[in-house]
């Protein structure tokens, strides 16, 4: 054995790296993939402007915030592109924004929102970073393990401090937190082998279900302040990327548990009987409504679009949904998604940052939208349904 040799095998051992890993070839095959090609100018049209949130209509604090959960869905989006065949520039803008943002999450130790970057690092840390990329996410997690919060999962915004001292906001009390949190801590359990994250998510997981999901229209309430919402058709309230986050969360969520594991096959099960409603919901032109139940006059909306498109695309390939079913639906999902792309290459109509369906234009752009289409570009590709 030559002395390289030994000593690279010695590194690996202690979980350290020499050089940043190339990016994963599992998915060969994409690499010439139309989806993975247009996923991948979009994805260097948003690096290019990571930095300038001039042109996000509704761009606030958490917009700016790299370690937020807006640039962190987008973040989500770019592991799955470089897990299949992107060019080596994509798995180093991972790299070199974990290294950047010292591998830290957001300031609120139990806020799902400031957990969704731990997903781009525990990615990074299977992918060259080595295991100093999860200790941060580690360190917060166990805070979160070791003092669990003790609140109502009721969405009541107090008279004094506004949305962000709603005290139910520790724990996933909103649907969209699904997405947000659940993926990372269950990485984090299979990286480490620790039983205490899976858990945990799991635990959180079926109380925020057993709360917002209403079974009867096989849709999540945003959160508890919807439950009797009505429109003037006297229509529940769903908004689309509420849902949005929770198919996409699901998609990321069930391929980090055995296929033994019984908490797989309940959220199989959950899976399922949401894609159906949600493909019932698809608008004639590809996109949903960003209020899933009010079709009707309902502006083009991609960031639902996206979430949902990945969803069913990855369902058809994992064998949970059957393909002569779902594939036209995911088809006419991706075509929508293709003319959102605006002429300047700016991914348009994603709804802004809210938590309920709003008006939308064709020059709205965030982020997380970028992060759907890129989820669902992979998806798509896996299907080889862009050819």
């Not at 401090?161 to 699904?178: P, V």
């Not at 391929?255 to 199989?268: A, F, I, Y």
């Not at 999902?333 to 008006?359: K, N």
Request: one cysteine or more.
């Amino acid at each position: 054995m030559t002395l390289r040799i030994a000593t690279a095998l010695l590194l690996s051992a202690s979980g350290a790296s020499t050089a940043p890993a190339a990016p994963p070839q599992s998915h060969a095959a994409a690499q010439t993939s139309p989806a993975i090609e247009q996923a991948t100018r979009l994805a260097r049209w948003q690096l290019a402007r990571m930095n300038d949130p001039s042109l996000i209509a509704r761009a606030g604090g958490e917009t700016r915030n790299p370690r937020a959960w807006e640039q962190a869905a987008f973040w989500v989006g770019m592991t799955a592109l470089a897990d299949h065949g992107a060019s080596p520039d994509i798995a180093k803008a991972i790299l070199d924004m974990g290294r950047a943002n010292a591998w830290k999450p957001a300031a609120r130790p139990y806020h799902a929102d400031d957990h969704a970057i731990t997903q781009s690092y525990l990615w990074a840390a299977r992918n060259g970073a080595g295991t100093a990329a999860l200790r941060p996410t580690k360190a917060t997690f166990d805070h979160v393990l070791a003092n669990p919060p003790r609140v109502t999962l009721a969405f009541t915004v107090p008279p004094k401090g506004g949305y962000n001292a709603t005290e139910c906001l520790k724990r996933w009390c909103w649907c969209d937190a699904l997405f947000m949190a659940p993926p990372a801590m269950l990485e984090l359990s299979r990286q480490t082998g620790d039983r205490r994250y899976r858990d945990y998510a799991i635990r959180e997981t079926w109380a925020t279900v057993n709360f917002l999901y209403d079974p009867a229209e096989r849709l999540f309430y945003r959160d508890s302040r919807f439950f009797d919402r009505r429109d003037a058709k006297e229509r529940k309230m769903f908004w689309s990327r509420g849902n949005g986050w929770v198919v996409a969360g699901l998609a990321l969520m069930i391929p980090k548990l055995p296929k033994s594991d019984p908490e797989r096959g309940k959220l199989e099960a959950l899976f399922v009987e949401m894609a159906a409603k949600v493909k019932a919901t698809q608008k004639p032109d590809g996109y949903w409504a960003p209020s899933l139940l009010a079709p009707e006059e309902s502006p083009p909306e991609s960031s639902g679009t996206g979430f949902f498109t990945y969803g069913l695309a990855w369902g058809v390939k994992a064998g949970l949904l059957p393909r002569a079913e779902y594939e036209p639906a995911i088809r006419k999902g991706w075509a929508a998604l293709e003319r959102s792309i605006q002429p300047d290459g700016r991914l348009g109509y994603v709804q802004q940052v809210s938590d309920q369906p709003e008006h939308v234009l064709a020059t709205d752009t965030q982020y997380y939208g970028v992060g759907a289409f890129l989820l669902a570009a992979t998806a798509v590709a896996d299907l080889k349904l862009d050819r």
